[in-house]
């Protein structure tokens, strides 16, 4: 068999691991062709080992790492678009990962997509270097790949709408008292989901699921009306479909990020795996779904009416949170504040114009600026 050759980029974070952990198992498949990490030299270097990949490379310049490696922010675009790449798998946190998305796909790759931050700063950028590059954007999401699996070929004019389960994280059915005390320790402990620290923080506001709306609106095509967020604590159905006929379709599984980031990897097609935990209804009921409260965490609205305001607003909306989230993490802010700073961004600076990467960059380093200076963290 013609093996595909992978480019992970984040392989030392939450995603990543679980990608390595994943293409261990498919060694028949693929092959790793490139790995990259920010600092993480130690596990790097043991990944580097295992895989014998053709490219290593580092972010950042102040580690030690191997005398081979390649280092500094270039190496993510140079593992996204070598010729022995097919597929790039973005585990990435945060902005740094918009431009090695947009590279891979420009050079034709499959770009599956973890860092989810990409589509909400630049979706029409990302959607026009697909359609430019001939390249294709599949997600690692598990929400956005359970309405991948959904859908399952049908045109997007026969889906009415999708709904996206949220866990409601850690401070679900919390009192405004109680958040207002929660600690670092408290929101890094999830129910259901075993992930990196910002994205966990993201699930504990509901910013997550923001980003997640956002997302799903440029994967999908779908108007922001067409897509609804619903509490699930189980985290066990991962989306729903609503098709024209009313007939609505969800996928399920026991939680597990190595289901989505193989799918990412093989579809459509399935192949034969032994990651996913075994599924017992029975033993996973009752599965249960609640509303959303949202003036506990207004943090999913707010980045709603930033996808809906478009521009440069959701690229705001994801700084200011990503630099919100750094301080409640260093403890120089407290929980409540998360929603709060990025709310204060959105106020001043979404109305700052956003159509190019350039627009969109100048955007995003506003709206850290300013949450920087406004909360002095
Ligand atoms: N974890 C999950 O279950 C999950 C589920 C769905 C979606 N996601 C999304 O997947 C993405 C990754 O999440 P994660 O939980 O895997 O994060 P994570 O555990 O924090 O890992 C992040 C990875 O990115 C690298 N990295 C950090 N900053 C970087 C920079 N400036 N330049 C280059 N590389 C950098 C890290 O390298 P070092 O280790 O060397 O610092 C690490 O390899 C996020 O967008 C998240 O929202 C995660």
């Not at 293409?23 to 490139?34: D, K, N, S």
């Not at 959701?314 to 929980?335: T, Y």
Request: proline residues 5%; glycine residues 8%; charged residues 20%.
């Amino acid at each position: 068999m013609n093996r595909k050759g992978v480019a992970v980029l984040g392989s030392t974070g939450s995603i990543g691991t679980t990608a390595l952990r994943v293409l261990g198992r498919q060694r028949e498949r693929f092959r790793v062709a490139a790995l990259t990490a920010n600092k993480n030299d130690a596990l790097l270097r043991q990944q580097a080992a295992e895989f014998a990949p053709s490219f290593v490379g580092m972010a950042d310049l102040g580690n030690r790492g191997d005398d081979s490696w390649r280092r500094g922010t270039e190496c993510l675009i140079e593992a996204a678009t070598r010729d022995d790449v097919d597929i790039v798998v973005n585990a990435i946190v945060g902005a740094a990962g918009l431009d090695a998305t947009l590279a891979g796909l420009e050079s034709g790759k499959r770009v599956a997509l973890a860092n989810k931050e990409t589509l909400v700063i630049a979706g029409d950028l990302v959607n026009e270097a697909c359609a430019r590059g001939s390249g294709e954007l599949v997600p690692v999401d598990s929400e956005h790949s359970a309405i991948l699996q959904c859908i399952a070929g049908h045109p997007r004019s026969q889906v009415r709408r999708v709904v996206l389960t949220a866990s409601g994280g850690p401070f679900r059915g919390w009192s405004r008292e109680r958040l207002a005390a929660a600690t670092v320790k408290d929101a890094l402990a999830h129910p259901t989901w075993s992930m990196g620290r910002k994205v966990t923080i993201d699930s504990a506001t509901l910013a997550n699921k923001a980003l997640e709306v956002i997302e799903a609106h440029f994967l999908f095509g779908l108007p922001y009306d067409a897509i609804s967020v619903v509490v699930h604590p189980q985290s066990v159905v991962h989306s729903f479909v609503e098709f024209i006929d009313g007939s609505v379709v969800a996928q399920l599984s026991v939680p597990s990020m190595e289901l989505p980031v193989l799918y990412a990897l093989t579809h459509p097609d399935r192949v034969e795996d032994t990651g996913a935990p075994a599924f017992d209804p029975v033993a996973l009921s009752p599965l249960t779904y609640e509303p959303v409260n949202h003036e506990l965490f207004p943090a999913l609205g707010l980045g709603i009416a930033a996808g809906r305001a478009g521009g440069s607003a959701p690229a705001v909306f994801n700084a200011a949170n990503e630099v919100a989230v750094a301080a409640f993490l260093g403890e120089r802010i407290s929980f409540p504040e998360i929603p709060r700073a990025i709310s204060s961004a959105l106020a001043k600076l979404s109305g700052l114009p956003g159509k190019t990467r350039e627009e969109l960059l100048g955007a995003d380093a506003s709206a850290r600026r300013h949450v920087s200076e406004t909360f002095k963290c």
